[in-house]
Each structure stands twice: as C-alpha cells, then as structure tokens.
C-alpha cells in the first residue's frame, strides 16, 4: 500500500507532536520548575519568593552536604574504579573460549538484571552482624570473629561499594567482552609469532585498543555513582546517622522529610550540572567523531 502524497510531511510530526511536548513538558520543563525552586524560599510547599542564591548558601554550609559530597567521592572512586577493573578481568578471563562460557557470562551478569533494591537489602541481609557472615563465621566456630562494617560511621561506605561492584561488573563486563570480540584475532596471532606472551598481548596491543569502551563504560558507571539512591536507601538509609549520605539521599531527604524543598532543589541541580559536566563532552565529542 503506498502512502498517500496528498498528506505531505506534516502528518509524522503531527503523529509525534503530542509526545514530543509531552517529554519536552515533563523532562526539561521540570529541570526549569526545580532550577527555580532552588532559588526560591521554598520550605514545607513551593514558595516562589525570589531569593537568588541564598539556597546554594546554605547548601554549602551544611556539614551534611560536604560529608555526601567527601563519601560520593570516595564511592565514586571506589566504584567505578573497582567495576571496571573486575569487569574487565572477567571478560579478559571470558575471552579466552572457556567451557560453558554461556552460562558464566548469564552467572556474571545476572546481578545487573536486579534493581538496587534488591540488591541493598540483600546485601543488608549478608552483612547483618546479627543474621550475616559474623553470625555464619561464629557458627563455624570463631566465636570472637567480629564484622560490623554495616553498624560502623567509618567504614559503613565501604559496604555500599561492595553491593555496588557486585551488581555493576558484569554490566562492564558485557561492554568490555563485546570490545574484545570485535578485535581482529589475526592482530593476537601476528604478536604470538613475535613471541609476545598473552599478559604482553593484552597490556601493550588490546587492551589500548578498547579506548572507546573505556570511555563509554566510564561515563556509564560514572551517571550510576552520581545518582546512586536506592542502592544507600536500602542498603544503610544514609546512617548510621548520615555517615552514608549522598547527594541524593542527601536532596531526597531535605525535600520530602525535613521541609526543606529549596535546600533539596538546589542539591539536585548541583547533581544535574555534575552529569552534564560528564555527559555532555561525551555527546560532543560523539557527534564530533561523525561528523
């Protein structure tokens, strides 16, 4: 059946229209409403008194927001440092044709197909001092082993990127795999004939090669680790205290528990301005290489 001439190229733009406004609507036209509400002397309820930067003050004088601030820095480092190396020694491992490759690579990225929900409350569950690995250890008998990582300020962060490495790997893996079956095995043959080892192999040849998923995975983890919110909110609820607060339990619980929404709306533009730093010269260079 061929389409009707008459109709012209104006019938698919009025087909996409409404949902095009509709994203544009709920997407940036609520970005703009937040950026507002950052500047306004909004508490309890919206209040669209204009006060400039007064929020952003008060956000950086809040010792809370520089302690989310040093732990999203510490996960992050941790995180996307820890996902990647363990990503990548997986698929160099899965690289090499091993028996039921299928089934290790489901294994491996089957944490991925969980939510962070799932994934903090059950490692809440694993590292529970009462019901967790202390209580198993104990049971073995190691009476005076002790595991109170998850009840302990200082090193209570450390449990979130445990969680965090465990569901984000095999994701990286998956990328980096990928990266791996696209090169050329004439290039790995022609080395092997050199007399080049296979760590040689990979440290000076392929693994320079897989710059561009470097890239791509590190923007990837990098978004993850900036927004992480349900992975802290199971796994510790920002505490004990707020030893595990991030910027966005941080504006989570400013906007909807405290009464402070101009705080919280300020927080998460400070957010939305740390992604697009990130993104942003990614999507240029992207269209750069196209082009």
Known sequence: ?????????????LVVA?????????????????????????RLL???EFVGLAQYEALFESERWWVALRNLGLFGGLFIGGGMGLGLLLAIALDQ????????????????ALSFIVTGTAWKWILNPTHGVEQLVRQWG??????????????AI???????IWQSAGFVMALFLAGLRGIDD?????????????????WRIIIPTLRPVFFSTLMVVSHLAIKSFDLVMALTAGGPGFATDMPATFMYTMAFSRGQIGLGAASATIMLATV??????????????RK
Do not use: H
């Not at 059946?1 to 733009?13: C, D, E």
């Not at 450390?158 to 965090?164: K, Q």
């Not at 080049?196 to 990979?202: E, H, K, N, R, V």
């Not at 697009?276 to 290489?289: C, D, G, K, T």
């Open 276 to 289: 697009a730093a990130i993104v942003v010269p990614y999507l240029y260079s992207e269209l750069r290489v």
């Open 97 to 112: 044709k091993v028996r039921a490759e299928g089934l290790l690579r489901t294994i491996y990225l089957y944490p991925m």
């Open 1 to 13: 059946m061929t389409p009707n001439p008459s109709s012209g190229p104006w019938l698919p733009r």
């Open 158 to 164: 450390y449990c979130i990127v445990i969680a965090g």
């Open 46 to 48: 919206p209040n669209y």
């Open 186 to 202: 004439s290039i790995i043959k022609a080395a092997q004939i050199d007399g080049a080892s296979l760590p040689q192999i990979y």
């Open 142 to 155: 190691w009476a005076d082993f002790s595991f109170g990582w998850l009840v302990d300020p200082d090193r």
């Open 18 to 42: 409404p949902s095009f406004l509709l994203s544009f609507l709920f997407i940036y036209g609520l970005m703009a409403w937040n950026g507002y509400l950052s500047m306004s002397a909004s």
